[in-house]
Protein backbone atom coordinates (compact mmCIF):
# COMPACT_ATOMS: atom_id res chain seq x y z
CA UNK A 1 0.00 0.00 0.00
CA UNK A 2 1.05 3.80 -0.36
CA UNK A 3 0.08 6.93 0.55
CA UNK A 4 0.44 8.88 -2.49
CA UNK A 5 -2.72 10.08 -3.82
CA UNK A 6 -3.41 8.84 -7.73
CA UNK A 7 -3.55 10.62 -10.80
CA UNK A 8 -0.85 11.74 -12.94
CA UNK A 9 0.32 15.10 -11.38
CA UNK A 10 -0.29 13.68 -8.11
CA UNK A 11 2.23 11.09 -8.33
CA UNK A 12 4.64 12.74 -10.11
CA UNK A 13 4.95 15.60 -7.70
CA UNK A 14 5.04 13.07 -4.90
CA UNK A 15 7.43 10.38 -6.29
CA UNK A 16 8.51 12.13 -9.62
CA UNK A 17 11.33 8.64 -9.75
CA UNK A 18 8.39 6.05 -9.63
CA UNK A 19 8.70 4.35 -13.07
CA UNK A 20 5.59 5.28 -15.42
CA UNK A 21 6.54 3.64 -19.46
CA UNK A 22 8.83 1.00 -19.95
CA UNK A 23 9.58 1.76 -23.54
CA UNK A 24 9.63 -0.57 -26.48
CA UNK A 25 13.51 -0.59 -26.56
CA UNK A 26 13.31 -1.27 -22.83
CA UNK A 27 14.52 2.01 -21.57
CA UNK A 28 12.36 4.04 -18.31
CA UNK A 29 10.78 7.06 -17.87
CA UNK A 30 9.80 8.19 -14.75
CA UNK A 31 6.33 10.13 -13.94
CA UNK A 32 8.00 12.69 -12.98
CA UNK A 33 9.52 12.91 -16.41
CA UNK A 34 6.10 12.09 -18.53
CA UNK A 35 4.40 15.19 -16.99
CA UNK A 36 7.35 17.07 -17.31
CA UNK A 37 7.32 15.98 -21.28
CA UNK A 38 3.35 16.79 -21.53
CA UNK A 39 4.07 19.97 -19.67
CA UNK A 40 6.14 21.21 -22.30
CA UNK A 41 4.07 20.01 -25.44
CA UNK A 42 0.75 21.56 -23.99
CA UNK A 43 2.25 24.90 -23.46
CA UNK A 44 3.39 24.43 -27.30
CA UNK A 45 -0.11 23.48 -28.58
CA UNK A 46 -1.50 26.38 -26.58
CA UNK A 47 1.25 28.60 -28.62
CA UNK A 48 -0.32 27.36 -31.56
CA UNK A 49 -3.74 29.15 -30.13
CA UNK A 50 -5.20 25.76 -29.69
CA UNK A 51 -8.13 25.94 -26.85
CA UNK A 52 -10.08 23.82 -24.82
CA UNK A 53 -12.53 22.37 -27.09
CA UNK A 54 -10.10 22.36 -30.00
CA UNK A 55 -9.08 18.69 -31.97
CA UNK A 56 -5.50 17.69 -32.25
CA UNK A 57 -4.68 14.57 -34.47
CA UNK A 58 -2.39 11.58 -33.90
CA UNK A 59 -0.75 9.51 -36.37
CA UNK A 60 1.61 7.55 -34.36
CA UNK A 61 2.92 4.22 -33.13
CA UNK A 62 2.84 3.30 -29.53
CA UNK A 63 5.41 5.07 -27.46
CA UNK A 64 6.01 7.29 -24.58
CA UNK A 65 6.08 10.45 -27.50
CA UNK A 66 2.41 9.32 -27.99
CA UNK A 67 1.54 9.18 -24.25
CA UNK A 68 3.24 12.60 -23.77
CA UNK A 69 1.31 14.38 -26.65
CA UNK A 70 -2.04 12.90 -25.24
CA UNK A 71 -1.92 13.78 -21.60
CA UNK A 72 -0.79 16.90 -22.34
CA UNK A 73 -3.33 17.78 -25.01
CA UNK A 74 -5.77 16.06 -22.14
CA UNK A 75 -4.65 18.38 -19.51
CA UNK A 76 -5.39 21.50 -21.05
CA UNK A 77 -8.89 20.70 -22.56
CA UNK A 78 -8.20 19.17 -25.85
CA UNK A 79 -10.32 16.68 -28.00
CA UNK A 80 -7.57 14.10 -28.98
CA UNK A 81 -8.28 11.73 -32.16
CA UNK A 82 -5.67 8.93 -32.87
CA UNK A 83 -5.44 7.54 -35.97
CA UNK A 84 -5.31 4.14 -36.81
CA UNK A 85 -1.73 3.86 -39.08
CA UNK A 86 -3.44 0.92 -41.09
CA UNK A 87 -5.67 3.23 -43.13
CA UNK A 88 -5.09 4.95 -46.66
CA UNK A 89 -4.63 8.72 -46.64
CA UNK A 90 -8.05 9.27 -48.19
CA UNK A 91 -9.61 7.58 -45.31
CA UNK A 92 -7.40 9.67 -42.82
CA UNK A 93 -8.39 12.42 -44.93
CA UNK A 94 -11.92 11.58 -43.97
CA UNK A 95 -11.27 11.54 -40.15
CA UNK A 96 -9.24 14.92 -40.43
CA UNK A 97 -11.84 16.62 -41.95
CA UNK A 98 -14.45 15.18 -39.69
CA UNK A 99 -13.11 16.27 -36.37
CA UNK A 100 -11.45 19.62 -37.84
CA UNK A 101 -8.30 18.86 -36.25
CA UNK A 102 -5.74 21.89 -35.61
CA UNK A 103 -2.88 19.97 -35.71
CA UNK A 104 -1.51 16.54 -36.92
CA UNK A 105 1.21 14.68 -35.52
CA UNK A 106 2.84 11.78 -37.52
CA UNK A 107 5.34 9.79 -37.33
CA UNK A 108 7.94 9.51 -39.78
CA UNK A 109 7.29 5.90 -40.43
CA UNK A 110 3.47 6.64 -41.46
CA UNK A 111 4.73 9.00 -44.15
CA UNK A 112 2.51 7.48 -46.95
CA UNK A 113 -0.24 8.45 -45.40
CA UNK A 114 0.38 11.19 -43.55
CA UNK A 115 2.02 13.88 -46.47
CA UNK A 116 -1.04 13.42 -48.73
CA UNK A 117 -3.03 14.38 -45.86
CA UNK A 118 -0.74 17.53 -45.04
CA UNK A 119 -1.06 18.52 -48.56
CA UNK A 120 -4.92 18.14 -48.70
CA UNK A 121 -5.11 19.78 -45.55
CA UNK A 122 -1.98 22.23 -45.35
CA UNK A 123 -1.58 22.22 -41.46
CA UNK A 124 0.16 25.78 -40.96
CA UNK A 125 3.58 25.57 -42.54
CA UNK A 126 3.73 21.99 -42.99
CA UNK A 127 5.24 19.74 -41.16
CA UNK A 128 7.54 20.58 -38.05
CA UNK A 129 10.10 18.26 -36.03
CA UNK A 130 7.80 17.22 -32.82
CA UNK A 131 10.85 19.17 -30.50
CA UNK A 132 10.01 22.26 -31.72
CA UNK A 133 6.68 21.86 -30.46
CA UNK A 134 7.68 21.73 -27.10
CA UNK A 135 7.76 25.21 -25.25
CA UNK A 136 8.97 26.26 -21.57
CA UNK A 137 6.18 28.39 -21.35
CA UNK A 138 3.95 27.98 -18.03
CA UNK A 139 0.73 26.12 -19.10
CA UNK A 140 -2.86 27.91 -18.92
CA UNK A 141 -6.16 27.45 -18.41
CA UNK A 142 -5.58 23.56 -17.46
CA UNK A 143 -8.76 21.58 -17.83
CA UNK A 144 -9.55 17.54 -18.25
CA UNK A 145 -9.98 16.80 -22.12
CA UNK A 146 -11.11 13.71 -23.53
CA UNK A 147 -10.36 10.74 -26.38
CA UNK A 148 -12.52 11.23 -29.86
CA UNK A 149 -12.18 7.62 -31.00
CA UNK A 150 -13.33 6.89 -34.26
CA UNK A 151 -15.28 3.41 -34.89
CA UNK A 152 -13.29 1.10 -36.50
CA UNK A 153 -15.76 1.47 -39.93
CA UNK A 154 -15.82 -2.11 -40.37
CA UNK A 155 -19.25 -2.41 -41.06
CA UNK A 156 -19.34 1.38 -42.79
CA UNK A 157 -17.63 4.67 -42.79
CA UNK A 158 -15.71 5.63 -39.69
CA UNK A 159 -17.79 8.13 -37.32
CA UNK A 160 -15.96 9.94 -34.23
CA UNK A 161 -17.25 8.79 -31.00
CA UNK A 162 -17.71 12.85 -28.92
CA UNK A 163 -18.62 13.14 -25.70
CA UNK A 164 -18.94 16.57 -23.62
CA UNK A 165 -16.09 18.13 -21.93
CA UNK A 166 -16.64 18.43 -18.38
CA UNK A 167 -14.74 21.01 -16.85
CA UNK A 168 -12.85 18.94 -14.28
CA UNK A 169 -9.41 19.55 -13.27
CA UNK A 170 -7.19 17.21 -14.88
CA UNK A 171 -5.42 16.59 -11.81
CA UNK A 172 -8.70 15.13 -10.86
CA UNK A 173 -9.14 11.16 -11.45
CA UNK A 174 -12.38 10.20 -12.21
CA UNK A 175 -14.47 7.82 -9.49
CA UNK A 176 -15.54 6.03 -13.16
CA UNK A 177 -11.33 5.26 -13.53
CA UNK A 178 -11.50 3.34 -10.38
CA UNK A 179 -14.67 1.72 -10.48
CA UNK A 180 -14.00 0.59 -14.04
CA UNK A 181 -10.79 -1.39 -12.78
CA UNK A 182 -12.42 -2.40 -9.79
CA UNK A 183 -14.31 -4.49 -11.92
CA UNK A 184 -11.73 -6.66 -12.99
CA UNK A 185 -10.43 -6.82 -9.39
CA UNK A 186 -7.10 -3.98 -10.34
CA UNK A 187 -6.58 -1.64 -7.62
CA UNK A 188 -4.99 1.64 -7.28
CA UNK A 189 -0.62 0.87 -6.89
CA UNK A 190 -1.00 -2.63 -5.71
CA UNK A 191 2.06 -3.76 -7.37
CA UNK A 192 0.35 -3.86 -10.65
CA UNK A 193 2.32 -3.59 -13.75
CA UNK A 194 0.34 -2.89 -17.28
CA UNK A 195 1.46 -4.54 -20.79
CA UNK A 196 -0.10 -2.69 -23.52
CA UNK A 197 0.66 -4.85 -26.59
CA UNK A 198 -2.08 -3.63 -29.07
CA UNK A 199 -2.17 -0.37 -31.23
CA UNK A 200 -3.27 2.73 -28.61
CA UNK A 201 -5.47 3.97 -31.31
CA UNK A 202 -7.99 1.84 -30.25
CA UNK A 203 -10.63 3.11 -27.19
CA UNK A 204 -10.28 -0.03 -25.25
CA UNK A 205 -6.10 0.17 -25.81
CA UNK A 206 -5.88 3.50 -24.58
CA UNK A 207 -8.11 3.60 -21.86
CA UNK A 208 -6.81 0.81 -19.93
CA UNK A 209 -3.28 2.68 -20.81
CA UNK A 210 -4.09 6.01 -19.23
CA UNK A 211 -6.41 4.87 -16.45
CA UNK A 212 -3.55 2.25 -15.44
CA UNK A 213 -0.83 5.30 -15.16
CA UNK A 214 -3.58 7.24 -13.34
CA UNK A 215 -3.58 4.98 -10.78
CA UNK A 216 0.13 4.02 -10.59
CA UNK A 217 0.36 0.88 -12.65
CA UNK A 218 4.08 1.04 -14.42
CA UNK A 219 2.96 0.59 -18.34
CA UNK A 220 4.70 -1.63 -20.71
CA UNK A 221 4.45 -0.73 -24.65
CA UNK A 222 4.87 -3.36 -27.29
CA UNK A 223 5.33 -1.36 -30.78
CA UNK A 224 4.13 -4.30 -32.49
CA UNK A 225 2.66 -7.62 -31.30
CA UNK A 226 4.42 -11.13 -31.31
CA UNK A 227 3.37 -13.30 -28.55
CA UNK A 228 7.01 -14.65 -28.12
CA UNK A 229 8.05 -11.44 -27.03
CA UNK A 230 4.51 -10.97 -25.14
CA UNK A 231 5.68 -13.58 -23.10
CA UNK A 232 8.91 -12.84 -22.53
CA UNK A 233 7.85 -9.08 -21.29
CA UNK A 234 5.38 -10.88 -18.79
CA UNK A 235 8.06 -12.59 -16.96
CA UNK A 236 10.50 -9.93 -17.59
CA UNK A 237 8.20 -7.27 -15.42
CA UNK A 238 6.30 -9.37 -13.84
CA UNK A 239 2.88 -8.07 -15.81
CA UNK A 240 -0.35 -8.36 -13.59
CA UNK A 241 -3.00 -7.17 -16.19
CA UNK A 242 -3.08 -6.58 -19.72
CA UNK A 243 -6.11 -5.98 -22.91
CA UNK A 244 -6.20 -8.39 -25.22
CA UNK A 245 -8.02 -10.22 -28.22
CA UNK A 246 -8.94 -13.71 -29.43
CA UNK A 247 -6.53 -13.40 -32.58
CA UNK A 248 -3.60 -13.05 -29.98
CA UNK A 249 -5.20 -16.10 -27.87
CA UNK A 250 -5.02 -18.10 -31.01
CA UNK A 251 -1.41 -17.20 -31.91
CA UNK A 252 -0.08 -17.42 -28.17
CA UNK A 253 -1.48 -21.12 -28.44
CA UNK A 254 -0.25 -21.88 -31.49
CA UNK A 255 3.81 -20.63 -30.49
CA UNK A 256 6.34 -23.36 -29.81
CA UNK A 257 7.50 -23.71 -26.24
CA UNK A 258 4.76 -21.48 -25.15
CA UNK A 259 5.09 -23.05 -21.47
CA UNK A 260 8.32 -22.50 -20.86
CA UNK A 261 7.67 -18.87 -19.91
CA UNK A 262 6.42 -17.88 -16.41
CA UNK A 263 3.07 -16.09 -16.70
CA UNK A 264 2.29 -16.30 -13.20
CA UNK A 265 2.19 -12.46 -12.20
CA UNK A 266 -0.75 -12.38 -14.23
CA UNK A 267 -4.06 -11.05 -12.33
CA UNK A 268 -6.25 -10.19 -15.03
CA UNK A 269 -5.92 -10.77 -19.06
CA UNK A 270 -8.87 -8.76 -20.19
CA UNK A 271 -10.13 -9.70 -23.78
CA UNK A 272 -13.36 -8.49 -25.44
CA UNK A 273 -13.34 -6.31 -29.02
CA UNK A 274 -14.35 -9.61 -31.00
CA UNK A 275 -15.92 -13.24 -30.37
CA UNK A 276 -14.32 -15.62 -28.52
CA UNK A 277 -14.66 -19.01 -30.01
CA UNK A 278 -15.25 -21.32 -26.99
CA UNK A 279 -12.45 -24.05 -27.57
CA UNK A 280 -9.96 -21.18 -27.67
CA UNK A 281 -11.20 -19.63 -24.39
CA UNK A 282 -10.82 -23.36 -22.93
CA UNK A 283 -7.43 -23.88 -23.75
CA UNK A 284 -6.64 -20.06 -22.55
CA UNK A 285 -7.94 -20.82 -19.18
CA UNK A 286 -6.50 -24.41 -18.86
CA UNK A 287 -2.69 -22.84 -19.20
CA UNK A 288 -2.92 -19.34 -17.58
CA UNK A 289 -5.67 -20.25 -15.21
CA UNK A 290 -8.78 -18.63 -13.45
CA UNK A 291 -7.28 -14.66 -15.04
CA UNK A 292 -8.81 -14.69 -17.89
CA UNK A 293 -11.77 -11.94 -17.75
CA UNK A 294 -14.07 -11.20 -20.62
CA UNK A 295 -16.10 -7.87 -21.03
CA UNK A 296 -18.71 -6.31 -23.76
CA UNK A 297 -18.26 -2.88 -24.65
CA UNK A 298 -18.22 -0.54 -27.34
CA UNK A 299 -16.41 2.81 -28.18
CA UNK A 300 -19.76 4.48 -27.30
CA UNK A 301 -19.88 2.52 -24.13
CA UNK A 302 -21.08 -0.55 -22.22
CA UNK A 303 -21.21 -2.75 -21.11
CA UNK A 304 -20.81 -6.32 -19.40
CA UNK A 305 -18.10 -8.56 -17.77
CA UNK A 306 -18.08 -11.93 -16.69
CA UNK A 307 -14.96 -14.08 -15.11
CA UNK A 308 -13.45 -17.12 -15.68
CA UNK A 309 -15.92 -19.07 -13.50
CA UNK A 310 -19.05 -17.69 -14.24
CA UNK A 311 -17.71 -18.33 -18.12
CA UNK A 312 -17.18 -21.60 -16.88
CA UNK A 313 -20.94 -21.95 -16.13
CA UNK A 314 -22.32 -20.34 -19.13
CA UNK A 315 -19.70 -20.99 -21.84
CA UNK A 316 -20.34 -18.26 -24.58
CA UNK A 317 -21.77 -15.83 -22.40
CA UNK A 318 -20.48 -12.26 -21.83
CA UNK A 319 -22.12 -11.66 -18.87
CA UNK A 320 -23.99 -9.21 -16.68
CA UNK A 321 -24.50 -5.90 -16.98
CA UNK A 322 -21.95 -3.72 -14.94
CA UNK A 323 -22.76 -1.91 -11.56
CA UNK A 324 -24.89 1.21 -13.13
CA UNK A 325 -24.81 -0.02 -16.42
CA UNK A 326 -28.16 -1.48 -18.53
CA UNK A 327 -28.44 -4.38 -20.74
CA UNK A 328 -31.47 -4.29 -22.81
CA UNK A 329 -32.50 -6.57 -25.20
CA UNK A 330 -35.55 -5.11 -27.54
CA UNK A 331 -37.37 -6.04 -30.71
CA UNK A 332 -38.03 -4.01 -33.54
CA UNK A 333 -40.79 -1.86 -31.96
CA UNK A 334 -38.47 -1.48 -29.16
CA UNK A 335 -40.51 -4.09 -26.72
CA UNK A 336 -38.50 -6.39 -24.31
CA UNK A 337 -38.02 -9.78 -25.33
CA UNK A 338 -38.52 -12.79 -23.41
CA UNK A 339 -35.45 -14.27 -22.05
CA UNK A 340 -34.11 -16.63 -24.87
CA UNK A 341 -35.40 -14.64 -27.45
CA UNK A 342 -32.80 -12.65 -30.27
CA UNK A 343 -33.07 -9.31 -30.27
CA UNK A 344 -30.75 -6.10 -30.48
CA UNK A 345 -28.54 -5.43 -27.54
CA UNK A 346 -28.92 -1.72 -26.07
CA UNK A 347 -26.83 -0.41 -23.20
CA UNK A 348 -26.68 2.65 -20.83
CA UNK A 349 -24.06 3.32 -19.10
CA UNK A 350 -24.83 5.38 -15.99
CA UNK A 351 -25.34 8.78 -17.48
CA UNK A 352 -22.91 9.33 -19.95
CA UNK A 353 -23.78 10.65 -23.46
CA UNK A 354 -22.23 10.47 -26.83
CA UNK A 355 -22.97 11.59 -30.31
CA UNK A 356 -21.56 10.50 -33.74
CA UNK A 357 -19.74 13.78 -34.77
CA UNK A 358 -21.34 15.59 -37.27
CA UNK A 359 -23.61 12.92 -37.83
CA UNK A 360 -27.04 13.97 -35.79
CA UNK A 361 -29.23 10.76 -38.17
CA UNK A 362 -26.64 8.29 -36.95
CA UNK A 363 -26.72 8.73 -33.02
CA UNK A 364 -30.53 9.20 -33.53
CA UNK A 365 -30.96 5.74 -35.20
CA UNK A 366 -28.48 3.89 -32.48
CA UNK A 367 -30.98 5.45 -29.82
CA UNK A 368 -34.26 4.11 -28.14
CA UNK A 369 -34.95 6.50 -25.53
CA UNK A 370 -31.49 6.79 -23.11
CA UNK A 371 -30.59 3.04 -24.54
CA UNK A 372 -28.16 3.01 -27.31
CA UNK A 373 -26.78 0.40 -29.53
CA UNK A 374 -24.19 -0.87 -32.05
CA UNK A 375 -25.54 -3.00 -33.82
CA UNK A 376 -25.47 -6.27 -31.99
CA UNK A 377 -28.17 -8.93 -32.24
CA UNK A 378 -28.07 -10.90 -28.91
CA UNK A 379 -30.27 -12.49 -25.80
CA UNK A 380 -30.44 -12.48 -21.78
CA UNK A 381 -31.19 -15.61 -20.12
CA UNK A 382 -33.18 -16.21 -16.83
CA UNK A 383 -30.50 -14.76 -14.70
CA UNK A 384 -29.32 -11.80 -17.01
CA UNK A 385 -26.40 -13.03 -18.57
CA UNK A 386 -25.90 -11.80 -22.16
CA UNK A 387 -24.97 -13.73 -25.09
CA UNK A 388 -24.14 -12.72 -28.25
CA UNK A 389 -25.16 -13.88 -31.53
CA UNK A 390 -23.86 -11.44 -34.16
CA UNK A 391 -24.12 -7.92 -35.82
CA UNK A 392 -27.18 -7.13 -37.69
CA UNK A 393 -25.19 -5.88 -40.63
CA UNK A 394 -23.60 -9.45 -40.89
CA UNK A 395 -27.22 -11.42 -40.44
CA UNK A 396 -27.18 -13.82 -43.24
CA UNK A 397 -30.47 -14.77 -44.05
CA UNK A 398 -31.23 -17.87 -46.60
CA UNK A 399 -34.65 -18.91 -47.57
CA UNK A 400 -36.43 -16.83 -44.89
CA UNK A 401 -33.83 -17.96 -42.11
CA UNK A 402 -32.02 -16.28 -40.03
CA UNK A 403 -28.01 -17.75 -39.73
CA UNK A 404 -26.00 -15.86 -37.58
CA UNK A 405 -21.95 -15.58 -39.27
CA UNK A 406 -20.55 -15.76 -35.83
CA UNK A 407 -21.58 -19.11 -35.17
CA UNK A 408 -20.12 -20.87 -37.79
CA UNK A 409 -17.12 -19.21 -37.41
CA UNK A 410 -16.45 -20.25 -33.52
CA UNK A 411 -16.69 -23.98 -34.97
CA UNK A 412 -14.86 -23.85 -38.16
CA UNK A 413 -12.10 -21.92 -36.63
CA UNK A 414 -11.41 -24.93 -34.12
CA UNK A 415 -10.34 -27.17 -37.30
CA UNK A 416 -6.98 -27.92 -36.74
CA UNK A 417 -5.89 -26.51 -40.41
CA UNK A 418 -7.34 -23.39 -39.98
CA UNK A 419 -5.30 -20.43 -38.62
CA UNK A 420 -8.57 -17.67 -39.25
CA UNK A 421 -11.87 -17.41 -40.95
CA UNK A 422 -14.36 -15.02 -41.56
CA UNK A 423 -18.46 -16.53 -42.43
CA UNK A 424 -20.57 -14.15 -45.06
CA UNK A 425 -23.73 -13.99 -47.20
CA UNK A 426 -23.24 -13.83 -50.67
CA UNK A 427 -25.88 -13.32 -53.29
CA UNK A 428 -28.14 -16.30 -54.40
CA UNK A 429 -31.17 -16.03 -57.27
CA UNK A 430 -33.23 -18.72 -55.31
CA UNK A 431 -32.67 -18.17 -51.53
CA UNK A 432 -31.26 -14.69 -51.17
CA UNK A 433 -28.46 -15.33 -49.89
CA UNK A 434 -26.15 -18.46 -49.68
CA UNK A 435 -22.85 -18.38 -46.79
CA UNK A 436 -19.53 -18.28 -48.17
CA UNK A 437 -16.79 -19.24 -45.68
CA UNK A 438 -13.19 -17.47 -46.07
CA UNK A 439 -10.24 -19.29 -44.58
CA UNK A 440 -7.14 -18.26 -43.87
CA UNK A 441 -5.04 -21.83 -43.56
CA UNK A 442 -1.66 -22.22 -40.84
CA UNK A 443 1.36 -21.99 -42.38
CA UNK A 444 2.22 -25.06 -44.10
CA UNK A 445 -1.02 -26.14 -45.08
CA UNK A 446 -1.85 -26.35 -48.62
CA UNK A 447 -5.38 -24.71 -49.45
CA UNK A 448 -6.89 -27.58 -51.95
CA UNK A 449 -9.75 -29.41 -52.87
CA UNK A 450 -8.95 -32.03 -49.86
CA UNK A 451 -8.90 -29.47 -47.21
CA UNK A 452 -12.31 -27.51 -48.34
CA UNK A 453 -13.37 -31.73 -48.05
CA UNK A 454 -12.15 -31.69 -44.71
CA UNK A 455 -13.21 -28.73 -43.63
CA UNK A 456 -16.98 -29.42 -44.57
CA UNK A 457 -17.11 -32.47 -42.91
CA UNK A 458 -15.31 -31.25 -39.40
CA UNK A 459 -18.43 -28.40 -39.78
CA UNK A 460 -20.88 -31.24 -40.78
CA UNK A 461 -20.37 -33.08 -37.13
CA UNK A 462 -21.17 -29.56 -35.57
CA UNK A 463 -23.64 -27.32 -37.28
CA UNK A 464 -26.94 -28.01 -38.61
CA UNK A 465 -26.97 -28.36 -42.68
CA UNK A 466 -28.87 -25.24 -43.56
CA UNK A 467 -25.50 -23.43 -41.36
CA UNK A 468 -22.66 -25.43 -43.63
CA UNK A 469 -21.11 -23.00 -46.41
CA UNK A 470 -21.52 -24.13 -49.95
CA UNK A 471 -18.36 -22.75 -50.69
CA UNK A 472 -14.88 -21.88 -49.21
CA UNK A 473 -12.22 -19.34 -50.76
CA UNK A 474 -8.62 -19.29 -49.12
CA UNK A 475 -6.41 -16.24 -48.08
CA UNK A 476 -3.28 -15.79 -47.41
CA UNK A 477 -4.46 -13.53 -44.58
CA UNK A 478 -8.02 -12.57 -43.07
CA UNK A 479 -7.90 -9.08 -43.09
CA UNK A 480 -8.56 -7.73 -39.43
CA UNK A 481 -7.28 -4.47 -37.86
CA UNK A 482 -4.87 -5.01 -35.06
CA UNK A 483 -6.97 -5.53 -32.62
CA UNK A 484 -8.85 -8.39 -33.61
CA UNK A 485 -11.83 -6.84 -35.73
CA UNK A 486 -12.80 -8.48 -38.89
CA UNK A 487 -12.74 -5.95 -42.07
CA UNK A 488 -15.82 -8.61 -43.26
CA UNK A 489 -17.32 -6.01 -45.74
CA UNK A 490 -13.92 -5.69 -47.64
CA UNK A 491 -14.16 -9.67 -48.38
CA UNK A 492 -18.12 -9.20 -48.42
CA UNK A 493 -18.75 -6.00 -50.73
CA UNK A 494 -17.20 -7.25 -53.99
CA UNK A 495 -19.87 -10.48 -53.88
CA UNK A 496 -22.65 -7.76 -54.43
CA UNK A 497 -21.27 -5.20 -56.28
CA UNK A 498 -24.08 -3.49 -58.86
CA UNK A 499 -26.78 -5.44 -55.98
CA UNK A 500 -29.21 -4.26 -53.19
CA UNK A 501 -28.22 -5.73 -49.93
CA UNK A 502 -31.38 -5.68 -47.53
CA UNK A 503 -29.30 -6.10 -44.06
Not at 486 to 498: E, H, I, N, V
Amino acid sequence: MTDIPIGLWNIAGAEPARTAIITPDGAEMSFGDLVSAAGRYAAGLQGLGLKAGDSVALLMPNSPEMLCLYIGAFQIGLYVVPINWHLTAAEANHILADCGARVLVADARFASVAAPVEAEFKFGDGFRLLEELKSDEPVRDRTAGAPMVYTSGTSGRPKGVKRPLTGASPDDVPPTATWFFGLFGLKPFDGHVHLCGSPLYHAAVLNFTTISLQLGHPVVLMDQWDPAEMLRLIEAHRVTHTHMVPTQFRRLLNLPGREAYDVSSLRAAIHGAAPCPQEVKRRMLDWWGPVVIEYYAASEGGGTAITAAEWLERPGSVGKAWPGSVIKVLDAQGNAVPPGETGQVYMQMGTSTFEYHRDTEKTKAARMGSLFTVGDIGYLDSDGYLYLCDRSSDLIISGGVNIYPAEIESELSCHPAVADVAVFGIPHDDWGEEIKAVVEPIPGIVPDEALTASILDFAAQRLARFKLPRTIDYLDAIPRDPNGKLYKRRLRDPYWAGRDRQI
